[in-house]
């Protein structure tokens, strides 16, 4: 069974900055594909960024050159800087674990401010 749960949401001005974590359970954490999914009222959950086990990374076109996701296996943690944010970040974010079965967090809202 895999836990996780999102922390670092908030109301944040637009060019501003935050961090999202996420901490997981598991002792094979380090054998699953990490991300990070928002969506937004009315629309479907989008990727935003994941990392495989081996730290490749891969972005939404949307957040690329301003959005970093990173993971720290030591301490079963995944996190999200977000620098430069738009209003159009605004959503709800959510944590997931793939590892051909998918595990998913409560979400963390995100809201940018014009």
């Known amino acids: 069974q895999v836990r996780l749960v999102e922390s670092g949401g908030g109301l944040v001005q637009a060019g501003g900055s935050l961090r999202l974590s996420c901490a997981a359970s598991g002792s094979i954490f380090r054998r699953f594909r990490m991300g990070w999914y928002r969506q937004a009222p009315g629309k479907q959950r989008e990727l935003v960024a994941d990392i495989t086990s081996a730290g490749a990374t891969n972005y939404a076109d949307s957040v690329k050159g301003r959005f970093t996701i990173s993971r720290d296996n030591a301490k079963i943690m995944v996190y999200l800087q977000m620098n430069n944010l738009k209003p159009e970040d605004t959503a709800v974010y959510y944590c997931?674990?793939?590892?051909?079965?998918?595990?998913w967090g409560q979400g963390t809202q995100v809201t940018v401010s014009s």
């Open positions: 997931s674990a793939n590892l051909g079965d998918w595990y």
